[in-house]
C-alpha cells in the first residue's frame, strides 16, 4: 500500500526556515511527478510547487523566491525548504505524488502536517 508520510512542520516564527519532508513508501512502480499543496483554515488548497521526475520545478506566486523544492529519487522523498516564513503562509501542507505506469498513473497524497507561522 502506498504511502506518503509528511514531516518537519510545527510552530514556526516569522522568518523562519523550516524544512518539510515527504517519504513515499510501498511503492512497486516508478515515482513521477510531485508536489506540495497547502490548505489554510476556510481557503481552497493552492500549488505550493511541484517538480517532475527530472527535476523541473514550478512555484506558486506567493512563494517564489522563497521556497525550494527538491527530491531525492533513490530514496523516494519530497521536501521543500521554507525560507522567510510569513503569517500568511501558516496552512497545513500536502505532498502529493504521481505513481504507477504510464498507462496507469494515480495520484496519492500525504495526511498533511501543519505549519504554523506566529511569534
Known amino acids: 500500500q502506498v504511502q506518503l508520510v509528511e514531516s518537519g512542520g510545527g510552530l514556526v516564527q516569522p522568518g523562519g526556515s523550516p524544512r518539510l519532508s515527504c517519504a513515499v513508501s510501498?511503492?512497486?512502480?516508478?515515482?513521477?511527478?510531485m508536489g506540495w499543496y497547502r490548505q489554510a483554515q476556510g481557503k481552497q488548497r493552492e500549488l505550493v510547487a511541484t517538480?517532475?521526475?527530472?527535476?523541473?520545478?514550478n512555484y506558486g506566486d506567493s512563494v517564489k523566491g522563497r521556497f525550494t523544492i527538491d527530491r531525492d529519487n533513490a530514496r523516494n522523498t519530497l521536501y521543500l525548504q521554507m525560507n522567510s516564513l510569513k503569517p500568511e503562509d501558516t496552512a497545513v501542507y500536502y505532498c502529493n505524488a504521481e505513481i504507477g505506469s504510464i498507462a496507469n498513473m494515480k495520484d496519492y497524497w500525504g495526511r498533511g502536517t501543519q505549519v504554523t507561522v506566529s511569534s
Open positions: 517538480i517532475s521526475s527530472r527535476g523541473l520545478t
Open positions: 510501498g511503492s512497486m512502480y516508478r515515482v513521477h511527478g
